[in-house]
């Protein structure tokens, strides 16, 4: 499944003013990685958003987004948001700024 190119470049100019962002291919799109961390990623139409659990719960009552499951498990820090939930830029920088939020609180995943 190819992703959306156009939401792949409103991300990295959001997050270009960053030191340390790099872009790794993974859950069929692209993801924007933090201080070696994953921050928020591009799966076709939806963005991937790594919250946190708590606010990834409060994302969840939005109509627009919808909990990560991998292999039958939801997983807990993670939500898919819609392309109604973040069309305005307001929206938009919202999502953003609540995966900056969390990156410094999130475990990087352990090297190969």
Known sequence: MAYNTKLADRIREALMHLPVVTEKEMFRGICFMVDDKMCICVSGDEMLCRLGADAAEDALENNFVRQMITRGKPMKDYVYVGEEAYLNKKDFDRW?????????????????
């Not at 900056?100 to 609180?105: I, Q």
């Open 96 to 112: 953003i700024q609540l995966c900056l939020d969390f990156n410094p609180l999130a475990k990087a995943s352990k090297k190969r």
